[in-house]
Nanobody, 128 residues
Framework: HIQLVETGGGSVQSGGSLTVSCVAS????????MGWFRQAPGKEREGVAA???????IYARSVKGRFSISRDSAKSTLSLRMRNLDPEDSGMYYC??????????????????????WGQGTQVTVSS
């Protein structure tokens, strides 16, 4: 049974930094991909950053240069380092897992429909 648990959300002033992390359990192989999504009140969930099967990192245009995704495969941990935060970055941050992910797959790494497993989310609030 695959489970994802996010931690590290909180409140920060505009321009500040925050790191959110996610631990995955119950995955019995290493051919999976993970990503970060966020959802603000009244808005659709959007992809923020993700890993492709070859280890490449994909970022949404709105966060490129400010956010950095990383992972520790040995610990099944995914992290998102967020810098120079803006109130527009506020929302619930979710990590997600795509169970099977192979080189050459054609898929939308920032499309939420590509992921079957989701954490419960962690809140990030950026005040101006």
């Amino acid at each position: 049974h695959i489970q994802l648990v996010e931690t590290g959300g909180g409140s920060v002033q505009s321009g500040g930094s925050l790191t959110v992390s996610c631990v995955a359990s119950g995955v019995t192989h290493n051919k999976y991909c993970m990503g970060w999504f966020r959802q603000a009140p009244g808005k659709e969930r959007e992809g923020v950053a993700a890993f492709d099967s070859d280890g490449s990192k994909i970022y949404a245009r709105s966060v490129k240069g400010r956010f950095s995704i990383s992972r520790d495969s040995a610990k099944s941990t995914l992290s998102l380092r967020m810098r120079n935060l803006d109130p527009e970055d506020s929302g619930m941050y979710y990590c997600a897992l795509r169970r099977w992910c192979f080189d050459g797959d054609r898929w939308n790494q920032l499309g939420d429909y590509e992921y079957a497993y989701w954490g419960q989310g962690t809140q990030v609030t950026v005040s101006s």
